[in-house]
């Protein structure tokens, strides 16, 4: 049996310290990236939240009104009045930044799969309007790209 020299016994503690470092520091990234998905979940949440109360306390009541009709993708903007046009525009764009930005988010990989599931089917459902399908021009690239991906047949059976 040979002696091991206090050297080597050194060097190996110290290995081993990095080795316990390392591994610290990745809990740590792990734990800022639980918590960093949980923020995003909660600024969705929020939105949402905020966009609910808004149609709620709207003084017109228009907003309300159009989000009443019936689905909004299906709904036939020619059938609407002035106000009740600009309402719904302003529905529509909210939606579209929001399904844009959770597209966004789901790249970057802090959406999970399940949650992307039940998006994916909501973009699906406004791109399939034919009355929506020109609300999405401007929308960042990589979405835009994402989008060409899907059928390019557009519906538009109004409710009406």
Known sequence: ???????TW???L????????LLFVGLEMRQSQTIAV???TQARNQAQLDFQLAVLTAEERLSRRILGMGALPM???????QEENEARRHIVNWRI?????AFQQYQLELIPEDVWEQV?????DNWESCYL????????PSFREYLLTLPEDCISESLE
């Open 97 to 101: 930044i929001s399904l844009q930005n």
């Open 120 to 124: 994916r089917g909501r973009i699906q």
């Open 75 to 81: 709904l036939d903007p020619t059938t609407l009045t």
């Open 14 to 21: 110290g290995m081993a310290g990095v080795l316990g470092g």
């Open 38 to 40: 949980a923020g995003q």
């Open 133 to 140: 399908r020109e609300s999405f021009a401007g929308v960042i």
């Open 10 to 12: 050194i060097q190996l």
């Open 1 to 7: 049996m040979k002696k091991v020299s206090f050297d």
